[in-house]
């Protein structure tokens, strides 16, 4: 699955903390769009999507929450509530994102500007896709 965990560099001391992610060391990808998820009920799913070329990176800035990923042959869940850590997403993985804290925002870093194109929102056709993207699956 094209996914993984990146650590971002943590600067702490008496002062609090400051987090750094720069493009070619932690960001395998320059970014081109950043937005934010919050307010989301406790009850509530979002994403239910992959993306045929955007690449992303979700970062939990605050509270927590879970991100179920699926690569049409396995299905992994992730726990993000640490804003030092990030989550990388390529392409051709399914996600869903739930339960939300409370508190929760979602920052999502992404290589590409939106494009409704780019998106694969029902699940057989990501399966479907799959098997025309990847041989033997």
Do not use: C
């Not at 990176?57 to 850590?85: C, F, R, W």
């Amino acid at each position: 699955m094209d996914t993984q965990i990146i650590q971002f560099q943590n600067h702490a001391d008496d002062r609090g903390s400051l987090i750094v992610a720069e493009y070619e060391k932690e960001i395998p990808f320059l970014v081109k769009r950043i937005y934010y998820i919050y307010d989301v009920s406790d009850d509530k799913h979002r994403g239910f999507h992959s993306h045929k070329d955007l690449l992303q990176v979700y970062i939990a800035i605050h509270g927590s929450l879970k991100v179920m990923l699926d690569d049409g042959k396995k299905q992994e869940t992730v726990l993000l509530d640490n804003p030092a850590k990030g989550l990388y997403i390529g392409h051709n993985v399914w996600r869903e994102i739930f339960d939300f804290s409370k508190d929760a925002v979602l920052l999502v870093l992404a290589s590409e500007k939106f494009s409704e194109s780019d998106y694969i929102r029902k699940y057989n056709d990501f399966l479907e896709s799959i098997k025309k993207t990847i041989p033997n699956t």
